[in-house]
């Protein structure tokens, strides 16, 4: 038997608000070129979490190790040059830009002086490489529109198309199939199972859509007011009587 190491260990984080707890003694794992998802009700600190993967929180305790190497003291900019990239759960893109200049900045993220790349002309290799992502995400109709002309799930998609520029390791995605459409949705599980095993990315993402969450999910860890209740496959997930009690309440497995 072989043992598999995981690429992202979060060992037992915990971050407070002032007297709130976010996140309480986390630990999970994610194994290399999976796809893992992390859902629990609204408020459990799942973007907290995520906060602290790409280094914009500082946990109070505990440890993050990415591919053996301990980033908690990570400064946030250094995690695009180790492959880490995310989406935000409200957008952060350069809305009087296009799709294409949203896209190319993102594959300059890693170097200094992004706007001063932006106005010097690319080469024909990153015209064409910023275009084949724009492919990818189904954005090509949408090339050359300005990002706050695009309804909210294209804008979400034009956010993974940005971060997917870095030619990222590990894709961090926080509620991407919110507001999208049935078609858009069944093109992001269709995009995502497509990162993880044809391109090896491993993905880790936020998600209340359960639909796509139980479809793509490798692996799902379930969180509840700070602390992990449960985790495992879709089927084990879905069957634990400790997740639909966080969902639905108490009681709710009696009825
Ligand atoms: P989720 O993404 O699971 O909905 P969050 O991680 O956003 O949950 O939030 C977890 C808890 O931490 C919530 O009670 C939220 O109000 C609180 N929280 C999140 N970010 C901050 C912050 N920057 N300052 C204070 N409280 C915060
Ligand atoms: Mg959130």
Not at 17 to 23: D, E, N
Not at 89 to 116: D, I, K, M, P
Not at 156 to 163: D, G, N, T, V
Not at 168 to 186: K, S, T, V, W
Request: charged share 20%.
């Amino acid at each position: 038997m072989s043992t598999v190491t995981s690429f992202l260990d979060i060992q037992g984080i915990t971050v407070r608000f002032g007297g709130l707890t976010a996140v309480n003694k986390l630990s999970f794992q994610v194994q290399q070129g999976s796809i893992h998802a992390l859902i629990g009700p609204n408020g459990a600190g799942k973007s907290t979490t995520f906060n602290c993967i790409s280094r914009y929180y500082q946990p109070t305790e505990g440890c993050i190790v990415l591919d053996g190497q301990n980033i908690t003291h990570w400064h946030p900019d250094r995690m695009a040059g180790v492959g880490v990239a995310r989406t935000f759960q409200n957008l952060e893109l350069f809305g009087e830009l296009s799709v294409y200049e949203n896209v190319l900045l993102g594959c300059h993220a890693h170097s200094a002086n992004t706007l001063a790349r932006l106005f010097s002309r690319p080469s024909a290799q990153t015209r064409e490489w910023v275009d084949s992502l724009i492919e990818r995400v189904g954005l090509s109709h949408d090339r050359d529109t300005r990002a706050n002309e695009l309804d909210f799930g294209h804008q979400k998609l034009l956010e993974i198309a940005r971060a997917l520029a870095l030619k990222p390791r590990l894709l961090l995605l926080d509620e991407p199939a919110a507001g999208l459409r049935n078609r858009d949705i069944e093109n992001l599980d269709r995009l995502l199972t497509e990162l993880s095993q044809r391109d090896g990315i491993t993905v880790l993402l936020v998600e209340h859509v359960m639909q796509l969450v139980m479809s793509i999910s490798d692996c799902i860890t379930v969180m509840s007011f700070g602390e992990k209740i449960a985790e495992g496959t879709p089927k084990e997930v879905r069957d634990n009587p400790q997740v639909i009690e966080a969902y639905l309440g108490k009681g709710a497995t009696r009825a």
